[in-house]
């Protein structure tokens, strides 16, 4: 079996939550994507489930219980876009809060529930954020 390169794309999983007609968004604290506003979400592991790995990163980063609704499409971050830090290919999924407020972990700084028509108004956000946030609330029937 051939080794896997670590210079290849990762794999990694996201969420719009929503919650009484807002969506939740989160900014990074550090690099890849340092100060923009973006999904909750990270790295999927070996051998872990996407809806595992999300569920697991999102009450990691922001202490939320989540419903996880479907797949909003896919996005990637390709090294010059990420300032070298890596080729990404990102799952975003639509989400229903279920419990718990937010308490971000250290990988955030800040974090907004917002109407999902007007979320990145005037916000850095990451590369076809308006449109993901669009396809999720679609899924939520928004």
Do not use: C, Q
Not at 13 to 38: C, W
Not at 50 to 55: D, I
Not at 63 to 76: D, F, K, N, P
């Amino acid at each position: 079996m051939a080794e896997f390169s670590h210079t290849g794309p990762r794999l990694a999983v996201s969420a719009g939550i929503f919650r009484d007609g807002k969506i939740l968004l989160v900014r990074r604290a550090r690099e890849p994507a340092k100060g923009v506003y973006t999904f909750p979400g990270g790295r999927v592991e070996f051998g872990e489930s996407l809806t595992e790995a999300l569920t697991r990163e999102i009450r990691e980063e922001t202490g939320l219980v989540i419903e996880i609704v479907g797949l909003a499409g896919y996005r990637e971050a390709l090294p010059p876009r990420t300032g070298g830090h890596g080729h990404f290919v990102i799952l975003p999924f639509a989400a229903r809060w279920i419990a718990n407020e937010v308490s971000l972990n250290d990988e955030l700084d800040d974090a907004r529930w917002l109407p999902p028509e007007s979320a990145v108004d005037g916000l850095p956000v990451t590369l076809g954020l308006n449109d993901t946030i669009r396809a999720a609330a679609a899924l939520m029937g928004l």
